[in-house]
């Protein structure tokens, strides 16, 4: 098949641009390189089937595909709130263009949506029926109220025009290719460690994610795509729960690091607890995680270890 990955240059972009190559089709890669590098895919260059297009997909492009992954949009706090206009402006406009490619082309489409549809959660664990509990006006809404915008989106293109849709709710994804300045607490921690600089714990750290390591997810992104008639939304995620600050610890234990442990403040709107409910991936995609946290980071500390000392 010839597949369009929209992001395909940032951190889960690549790795999926690179399975889908393995899996022998023909790749475009699309992106605008604003978190995305050209450094995450240069070894894809010289393969055939690979293609990459400089394209902001706030403006609509004219290709034939057979399969769309719609991953463009900045998905750090820090990078989704430096211009959170254009961030909406992405998750809408850049969501409804590659829509209508695929109502074109008869694509079938996947939306890279995530947890922060659920918001600060009043349920926990999360089940896709949940509707969330998300601010509508916030500093983090440009991103939250984004993606619920594409995600209703593709329900209403599926409905009305018969697109053939796909929703993966991703929950916290790490691993090697997270940038430098990506901002997100794996990276953010695992380089302090790595520079002996202390690791900046925002509010108490009593604050729960569940992290995923990247072969994982893009396994279940591909299972998701290839599973028949799900269109309503589903869960990726590892349901391996952690507070933050004994998150901050294991990265000082595996790391080997002498880095203090500092508190900043917790910025607005951070949600207080998060964990997937995969029960849906376990039964109808026969997908759960395989790599524990120790195991992931232990690669992603090799990555970062390998780019800051090389
Ligand atoms: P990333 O920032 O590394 O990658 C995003 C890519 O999209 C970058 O290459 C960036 O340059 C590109 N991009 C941004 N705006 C664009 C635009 N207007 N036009 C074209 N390209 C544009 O982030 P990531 O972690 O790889 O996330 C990929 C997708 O997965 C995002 O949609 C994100 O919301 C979603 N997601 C990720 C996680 C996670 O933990 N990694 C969790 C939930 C959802
Ligand atoms: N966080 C932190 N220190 C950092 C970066 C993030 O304590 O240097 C916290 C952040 O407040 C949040 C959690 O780690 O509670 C996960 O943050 P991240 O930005 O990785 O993802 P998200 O909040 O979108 O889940």
């Keep these: 098949m010839r597949i369009l990955v929209t992001g395909g240059a940032g951190f889960l972009g ?24 050209k450094d995450n895919i240069q070894h894809l ?13 706030v403006e609509p492009i004219l290709l034939e595909v057979d399969q769309i992954y719609h991953l463009a949009c ?76 594409a995600e209703c989106l593709m329900m209403d293109y599926h409905r009305q025009n018969s697109v053939d849709t796909r929703i993966a709710r991703i929950f916290n994804t790490y691993g090697p290719r997270m940038a430098e300045n990506d901002g997100r607490v794996v990276s953010n921690f695992i380089l302090q460690a790595l520079r002996g600089k202390p690791l900046t714990v925002f509010g108490t750290g009593q604050q729960t994610r569940s ?58 709107d951070d949600p207080k607890q998060r964990c997937p409910d995969i029960t849906l991936a376990k039964n109808v995609l026969n997908w759960r995680p395989t790599v524990s946290l120790h195991e992931g980071l232990k690669h992603t500390i090799e990555y970062f270890r390998k780019k800051l000392f090389l």
Aim: with cysteine.
């Design 211 to 268: 992290f995923c390591y990247v072969d994982d997810l893009i396994r279940g992104l591909v299972q998701l795509m290839e599973t028949e008639n799900l269109h309503t939304p589903l869960n990726l995620g590892n349901p391996d729960e952690f507070t933050m600050i004994d998150f901050a610890k294991l990265v000082l234990e595996l790391t080997e690091s002498h880095s203090e442990i500092t508190f900043l403040p917790l910025p607005e």
């Design 74 to 149: 900045p998905a750090s706090p820090v990078h989704y709130r430096y211009n959170p206009v254009k961030t909406i402006k992405t998750n809408i406009m850049g969501t409804i263009h590659m829509l209508g490619l695929a109502k074109r082309t008869k694509a079938r489409i996947l939306l890279a949506s995530t947890s922060e549809v659920y918001g600060d959660p009043l349920i926990h664990p999360q089940p896709e029926t949940y509707w969330g509990n998300v601010n509508p006006i916030g500093p983090r809404s440009c991103y939250d109220e984004g993606k619920r915008a």
């Design 14 to 37: 690549s790795h999926l641009c690179e399975y889908l190559l393995m899996q022998g089709h023909d790749v475009i890669c699309l992106d605008n390189f604003f978190t995305g590098s």
């Design 45 to 57: 260059f010289t393969n055939y089937h690979f293609e990459l297009i400089r394209h902001d997909v």
